[in-house]
């Protein structure tokens, strides 16, 4: 299907020009899956979804597993939001010493995030030394800034879905449109209402008159609904055969490539580094890590996770409020260091 033209509103904005610097992003909100792009499931996201688990507070760093043998451990992969990052989504000052003592030790790290690569790495940009990005919710990983594996967006995909996109705005849905590429974010509609939604979750983010043009591999579509983005991902819902048609946030949803996820992720990553599940320590919380427990031996379920995560976990980790994943990390590097000597 071509493109259709931009709908009236949506502004020229003339040559490409960068957005940024900009500050850390506010949290992303987990996934919620259109599945075969028909209808809705019940794991669409609403206002109670999101607190329908309480923080344990009992589960204290010692009561947390830890695998039989830490030493063996060459990966740790880390969601972002309600895993990692703190009550006020910032990464605890607590990880960067862990990063250094993992490093020695022969540890990546990787967090792993619906985040633009670029983001990611503006956020840990004190220890890119080594490290290892899951951005893109999986479509994109980098290691040590060489790309390991990308799973593209297919060039009709992408033309069909901006046109049902721009026919969806046209006829009066308020919305907008993030074309996310390897190299940057592009955006053509330019009022400040979008921009100022757009602008938080992008480091690279350029203002283009036709979001179609840029020579870039477009790992995700992003649209942002002013109003409610479960209906226009009913609108979008044919494009969910073969691909993924998924609600992110009760304004985003996203379209993505039929095997994008965190753990195929996962997957490519360990076969690229000679690893495998056994040496591979995961922390999630929600329902877009599901496939990452499934691709590694070691996956920890944070104390405030979704019911689902903590049933498809080995382990149960303190809340991220409580720095869950600084606490599991410690304690597995301190029984390193012991059986080292």
């Not at 990966?75 to 006020?88: P, W």
């Not at 790495?121 to 893109?136: C, H, P, S, T």
């Not at 990308?150 to 993030?178: K, N, Y």
Request: hydrophobic letters at 40%; charged letters at 20%.
């Amino acid at each position: 299907m071509p493109a259709e033209p931009m709908p009236a509103g949506w502004s020229d904005a003339g040559p490409a020009r960068r957005i940024g610097p900009v500050p850390t992003p506010d949290p992303v909100p987990p996934y919620a899956l259109i599945p075969d792009g028909t209808t809705l499931n019940d794991t669409t996201l609403n206002d109670t979804t999101l607190n329908d688990t309480t923080p344990n507070d009992t589960t204290s760093a010692t009561a947390a597993a830890l695998p039989p043998d830490p030493s063996d451990v060459r990966l740790v992969v880390a969601d972002m939001d309600g895993t990692l990052l703190d009550a006020e989504g910032r990464v605890p000052d607590a990880l960067w010493p862990l990063l250094v003592r993992m490093r020695e030790r022969g540890i990546a790290f990787a967090p792993a995030s619906g985040r633009q690569y670029a983001t990611l790495r503006q956020q840990f940009e004190r220890a890119l030394d080594g490290m290892v990005f899951i951005a893109e919710n999986g479509a994109f990983v980098v290691r040590d800034g060489v790309e390991v594996s990308s799973m593209p967006l297919d060039r009709p995909f992408v033309e069909e879905a901006i046109g049902r996109i721009r026919t969806h705005a046209g006829s009066g849905r308020d919305i907008g449109v993030v074309v996310c590429g390897k190299r940057s974010a592009y955006i053509e509609r330019v009022d400040p209402p979008f921009v100022v939604q757009a602008e938080p979750y992008y480091a690279e983010l350029a203002v283009v008159d036709d979001v179609l043009a840029p020579e870039d591999d477009v790992l995700k579509i992003a649209v942002f609904d002013f109003e409610d983005s479960a209906v226009t991902a009913q609108a979008l819902a044919p494009l969910g055969i073969g691909h993924q048609v998924v609600v992110s946030s009760h304004h985003w949803l996203d379209l993505m490539g039929p095997s994008v996820n965190k753990g195929t992720a996962v997957r490519r990553l360990q076969q690229a580094m000679g690893i495998g599940p056994a040496n591979t320590v995961a922390f999630g919380d929600y329902l877009n890590d599901l496939e990452m427990m499934g691709a590694v031996e070691h996956s920890y379920a944070m104390a405030n996770a979704h019911p689902q995560i903590r049933a498809a976990a080995r382990h149960t980790a303190p809340a991220n409020t409580e720095q869950g994943v600084i606490s599991v990390l410690s304690a597995m590097l301190d029984v390193t260091d012991r059986t080292s000597v």
